[in-house]
């Protein structure tokens, strides 16, 4: 892509401080990320709480699901804000326009087909996402209302990149504050007072996916950016091309946890029904585990996701030391979270476990191991992610998802299934710190090499 300087006509991206644009678009969007992230956890906090660790490990198989969705999504929406921005430093408004819409359309389309989809196959599903016998049933009364939600939840996940890529990241907080505090406040009305279990914690999730998606929709005729015509939603083959290509590193990272996930509730059921532990709690131990990582992973990603538009916008337009200082920045605070993350992982671990319900010794044993082993090398994670980013922003997708693809398919899923032959259910956790080690050794590597070329 050839990039030249073009007049910036004041827009801030181009003009503004750097750490004043970090913050404007940065915190709404960690918040925004953070908060959809809270979602599952905050049910699986109540489930802990009202229905056991039966309950919690249902959430576990049905978690891939939601995450299939929201790689779908991310495919459209990161994709589709990365051709926004890109194209508004380029002055192609028109472009720019067609991108928003054609996505539009295509978030609609595939929260259908997702719906329809995981209410006809939603009992096979439940059994590849390793459900037991004794979970099963918890799993199916809460997917099937989770499913009949999956067309609002692809609404919220995919339009958040776009409402801030348009330079209203506060718009897109308050839709998901407004969906998880709905979901906080009758989570336990509908768990405890009504006495209505998973199918309580399954319903406040839903209803607070369905607020939030009237939201985003509502923004739809307020772009200030960009123009949009009915002619705009009709789906074009090239533009949904490169809004897809953009996208692709986001949709693997995701796709990749749904595998991710696949492999390891099957090779704890498997393994963990050979120790100790027995199959149900390593399998709802380490999905407490992930979920709360979760928290973690979208603070940064919603910090890299944030900046964005900086960094297309910038690049765009040829200030490329702008580009740069911005990555720098945002490295910088990423990797001083993590290691907070880190401390409290490694040395309070049981305050965390403590919120998902008291259980047996085994039970809190097998946790603690999984956040102190799982977690191990969390302040190296940043890097990659932050890079992924840059990559995606910046329009070299095949370099994100590069980076996207060797982390969460060879260097995780390839271990998760090795090293338990060798060590047990435990080799399960170890994968993961092995993954990230490799994942930070590729990213500085791929880092260092294109650096110069940026």
Known sequence: MAVTNVNQGGNPLGTEKIGKL????????????????????????????????????????????????????????????????????????????????????????????LTVLFNIFLRPLCVLFGATADNLPYALDYGRIISCGILFFTIDSGMSGLIRADGSPKYSMVGLLVGCITNIILDPIFIFVCHWGVKGAAWATVIGQILNAIVCVA?????????????????????????????????????????????????????????????????????????????????????????????????????????????????????????????????????????????????????????RIYLLVIPINGLQMVTRILFQSIGKAGQATLLSLARQIVFLVIPTILLPMFIGVEGALWASPLAETMAFIMALVMLKMYWKKI
């Open 22 to 113: 970090i913050v404007a678009f940065g915190i709404p969007s960690v918040i925004s990320q953070v908060v959809n992230a809270l979602y599952n956890i905050v049910d699986q906090i109540f489930i802990g709480q009202g229905v056991g660790y039966l309950g919690n490990g249902a959430t576990s198989v049905i978690m891939p699901l939601t995450v299939l969705a929201m790689a779908l999504a991310l495919l459209i929406d990161q994709g589709a804000a990365s051709y926004l921005s890109l194209k508004l430093g380029e002055r192609d408004e028109e472009s720019a326009a067609k991108g928003v819409g054609n996505a539009i359309t295509m978030l609609l389309i595939i929260g259908v087909v």
């Open 219 to 371: 923004y739809i005729g307020k772009f200030k950016s960009i123009k949009l015509n009915k002619s705009h939603f009709i789906l074009h083959g090239k533009t949904l091309w490169k809004i897809c290509s953009m996208g692709t590193s986001s949709f693997i990272t995701q796709i990749s946890i749904v595998i991710v996930m696949a492999v390891s509730n099957n090779v704890l059921v498997y393994y963990g029904a050979q120790s100790i532990y027995g199959s149900d709690i390593p399998l709802t131990t380490l999905g407490i585990v992930m979920k709360v990582n979760m928290i973690v992973t979208a603070f940064v990603m919603g910090l890299s996701t944030g900046v964005q538009p900086i960094f297309g916008y910038n690049y765009g337009s040829g200030q490329i030391d702008r580009v740069k200082k911005t990555f720098r920045f945002v490295l910088t605070i990423a990797t001083v979270f993590l290691i907070l993350a880190f401390l409290v992982f490694q040395f309070a671990p049981m305050s965390i476990v403590r919120l998902f319900g008291s259980e047996s010794d085994l039970y809190n044993e097998f946790a603690v191991k999984c956040f």
